[in-house]
């Protein structure tokens, strides 16, 4: 379906690649006008912001596709990024928050540097963009969407990369809790946690065809997920035909979160 997202104005972090970029692609063509944010290389964001732009020509949407450069967990740098997108546009009437990085150590040998950038990115750049977002929100009385990318490691553990679980567990609390606090002034909250899927931060196992088989071998649907379906779901969320909807997480996991384990009866042997 394509037009749902017609007139909207979107911000989304991380928007150069992978999820964030399929995001922008199909918002664009669902007739949102779609900041790109990004903080790695200006070429990537170009490249999205042709295919956002290209994608929304051939649905017939007339959109604007602005690029802007910054630190989700430089509180500074998500104001300025706000002002200069408010600027932009005129107004926001959804924010994804979808930048996010992991590092891989044994817990007890993780480093506090890693440890604040990780949850300074994921978990803490979340609240500086909704609250930006709420604010200006607010101010217009208009309501508006918030959409978190966050993970099925907010309910599975992930070992060797407990900063990353960690923000993905506050990820679920800051949905629910903000949700909560604003559903009574029209500003709906929800993520979506994706299971395994083909990004540049899973390029480890999706290049490699013995590792990628090892990954897939524990999703019940048998196969990793990609990026656009996962956009997919955000581009639901967005919309008016999710209206009634807050404070939750859609699982887009191929059925990560179904406890796979358990499709044989191994712990009712007997019975």
Known sequence: ????LRGKHALITGASSGIGAATAV???????????NHLGDDQEAERVRVQAE?????????????????????ERQVQEMFAQAIKAFGWLDILVN???????????????????????????????CSREAIRHFLARRSGGVILNNSSVHEVIPKPFYVPYSISKGGMKNLTRTLALEYADRGIRVNAVGP???????????????????AVERHIPMGRAGRPEEIAAVF???????????????????GGLTLYPEFRTAWASEGE
């Open 54 to 74: 290209r994608a929304a020509q051939a649905a017939g949407e007339s959109i604007q596709v602005t690029i802007i450069r910054a630190d989700v967990s430089d």
């Open 98 to 128: 979808n930048a996010g990085i992991q590092k891989r150590a044994s817990s007890h040998e993780v480093e506090m540097d890693d440890f604040d950038r990780v949850v300074g990115v994921n978990l803490r750049g979340a609240f500086l």
């Open 1 to 4: 379906m394509s037009g749902r």
């Open 235 to 253: 581009a639901f969320l967005a919309s008016d035909d999710a209206s009634y909807i807050t404070g939750q997480t859609i699982f887009a996991c």
């Open 195 to 213: 299971g395994a899927i083909e990004t540049p931060l899973n390029a480890a196992w999706v290049n490699d065809a013995k590792r990628r088989a």
């Open 26 to 36: 199909r918002f664009a063509r669902e007739g949102a006008s779609v900041v790109i």
